[in-house]
Antibody, heavy 119, light 109 residues
Framework: QLQLQESGPGLVKPSETLSLTCTVSGGSISSSSYYWGWIRQPPGKGLEWIGSIYYSGSTYYNPSLKSRVTISVDTSKNQFSLKLSSVTAADTAVYYC???????????WGQGTLVTVSS | SSELTQDPAVSVALGQTVRITCQGDSLRSYYASWYQQKPGQAPVLVIYGKNNRPSGIPDRFSGSSSGNTASLTITGAQAEDEADYYCNSRDSSGNHEEVFGGGTKLTVL
């Protein structure tokens, strides 16, 4: 059974960089059939796609966040990571990592991790 | 980038049928996926592709699409179906971008 697990600080100061890692178990991140993505959900609000990465390193970002987002992959560790720079309170959200089946959207999700931006 | 529009809230009587819709230009080119999210939990995929259910999803959930509108139908809604539902598709730009609808809160009366 595929599992994804987010990890990283739960509290980040304004203007700093948010960093999260997603560890994939029960399957290979190097599969050609999937992308790996980050999705966030501010408290009480809807889902927002942040970006995705293919195992080869090709990346795709939400245009509204593109200037601040970097997603990377480490196939040797079966992990992929998110960095979001210059954070503000508006970036406070539950951050999910997910496997995205090409053409069909996210099919497996991590449990999510709450990241709060506050001084 | 594309947008997907959902009604904010829908209600259904226990055991009745309800349809939740999602509108957007990208749906003319790509299928929608549908997710159920209960409070404090991660979203769960319930429908993908033309009308496919992942293993473990009850067959009372079905999907359909016409033009720029995708629909999720729950036939014989149960109390445990009360949740937020989100649609998702690939962006119409074709750049491997994803887009989500704003979500529909389903209340089972």
């Amino acid at each position: 059974q595929l599992q994804l697990q987010e990890s990283g600080p739960g509290l980040v100061k304004p203007s700093e960089t948010l960093s999260l890692t997603c560890t994939v178990s029960g399957g290979s991140i190097s599969s050609s059939s999937y992308y790996w993505g980050w999705i966030r959900q501010p408290p009480g609000k809807g889902l927002e796609w942040i970006g995705s990465i293919y195992y080869s390193g090709s990346t795709y970002y939400n245009p509204s966040l593109k200037s601040r987002v970097t997603i990377s992959v480490d196939t040797s560790k079966n992990q992929f990571s998110l960095k979001l720079s210059s954070v503000t309170a508006a970036d406070t959200a539950v951050y999910y990592c997910a496997r995205i089946k090409i053409g069909f959207g996210p099919d497996y999700w991590g449990q999510g991790t709450l990241v709060t931006v506050s001084s | 980038s594309s947008e997907l529009t959902q009604d904010p809230a829908v209600s259904v009587a226990l055991g009745q049928t309800v349809r939740i819709t999602c509108q957007g230009d990208s749906l003319r080119s790509y299928y929608a996926s549908w997710y159920q999210q209960k409070p404090g939990q991660a979203p769960v995929l319930v429908i993908y592709g033309k009308n496919n259910r992942p293993s473990g999803i009850p067959d009372r959930f079905s999907g359909s699409s016409s033009g720029n509108t995708a629909s999720l139908t729950i036939t014989g809604a149960q109390a445990e179906d009360e949740a937020d539902y989100y649609c998702n598709s690939r962006d119409s730009s074709g750049n491997h971008e994803e887009v989500f609808g704003g979500g529909t809160k389903l209340t089972v009366l």
